[in-house]
């Protein structure tokens, strides 16, 4: 897609974070935004800064958990021009605790935000392109699509899911040369995330090394959507890591396990809470966050690198910690 000047882009999840650092972006090349949220006055705040920035932008009022929301949402999409040429499956929430502790119901919502909502956006955008001959379908993955992490079970395993709604969807659609299934993997992003998930830990969670701002996240995405390709890894160094797991992998997910108890929970308490989960929290309809990462990334590493090397000389017979809780000792 050599432009995006007048094309029609649908982004769920546009209300904050990511999705309205996206919006912004799409609209500085002149797209026509389709944005699609709980939150109507958060989207209206999100179209007026797409107007700002040179853009289009429609409203639609949309819960991605609802299949009928999601095909009203392609119907009144249609209605700009009569096509729809990128599609982005972008909402998502989360729920920090351990599997047993986090309460069914909300794993559940998770999971039916992330990978229903990815499912029903495909399902309502495909059929549109196959018969255009042409579209990109852009799912918003993670980094932890390809590597768990501790305290967030149900978003690891809907970000695999995700990421495998993608492979499969590519292999479908292998005769349709014009239809582009992208998958884009960000790290840790600063955006209000970290306030609104679920929280059943009892410490609020921050941002973990190395975050990326959501406009930098926006310009991968908008990127993807102008030259597609598979995957697109946010940082790019990433895959160093993953590489590294691919390698050892008992002692990277030991490393993980350690790393996420010291630096991913301060010391402030906070009470079980559903957060965003099933409802949209007010006064966090922000592209950034305001949970930034208690130690900064040269510190991070220098801690990492320090605790892998331990732990390869040493292995199984490193004293665990006595506690999950970050103020556990080593």
Not at 101 to 112: A, G, S, Y
Not at 116 to 121: A, L, P, R
Not at 251 to 270: C, S
Request: with cysteine; net charge positive.
């Amino acid at each position: 897609m050599p432009s995006l000047e007048g094309k029609v882009v649908v982004l769920t999840g546009a209300s904050s974070g990511l999705g309205r650092a996206a919006a912004v972006q799409f609209s500085r090349k002149g797209a026509r935004l389709v944005l699609a949220a709980r939150r109507q006055t958060a989207l209206e705040e999100t179209a007026e800064l797409c107007r700002r920035a040179g853009g289009e932008a429609l409203v639609v009022q949309t819960d991605v958990t609802d299949e009928a929301a999601v095909r009203r949402l392609a119907e009144q999409a249609l209605t700009l021009n009569g096509r729809i040429d990128v599609w982005v499956n972008n909402a998502g929430v989360s729920a920090f605790g351990q599997l047993e502790e986090v309460p069914f119901e909300v794993h559940r919502r998770v999971i039916e935000t992330n990978v229903f909502g990815s499912m029903y956006g495909a399902r309502a955008a495909l059929p549109i392109f196959k018969s255009q001959r042409a579209g990109v379908l852009i799912n918003v993955g993670s980094i932890l699509s390809q590597v768990g992490q501790p305290y967030v079970p149900s978003y690891v395993i809907s970000k695999f899911a995700v990421r495998g709604l993608t492979e499969t969807l590519r292999s479908a659609l292998a005769d349709e040369p014009g239809i582009h299934v992208c998958s884009l993997l960000p790290y840790t992003i600063d955006t209000p995330h970290f306030e609104t998930g679920a929280n059943y830990v009892g410490f609020r969670p921050h941002a973990l090394p190395p975050v990326q701002s959501p406009e930098k996240v926006a310009a991968a995405l908008v990127e993807l959507s102008e030259h597609p390709r598979r995957e697109r890894r946010v940082p790019r160094v990433a895959g160093l890591g993953l590489a590294l797991h691919a390698l050892f992998p008992s002692a990277v997910e030991k490393a993980i396990l350690h790393l996420v108890r010291e630096w991913h929970f301060d010391f402030t308490r906070q009470e079980p809470s559903t957060g965003a989960v099933f409802s949209p929290t007010e006064g966090d309809a922000h592209s950034h966050g305001q949970r930034p990462a208690r130690v900064g990334l040269p510190g991070m590493l220098a801690w990492a690198a320090v605790h892998f090397l331990r732990l390869l000389a040493h292995g199984e017979t490193t004293k665990p910690r006595a506690s999950l809780r970050p103020h556990s000792a080593h």
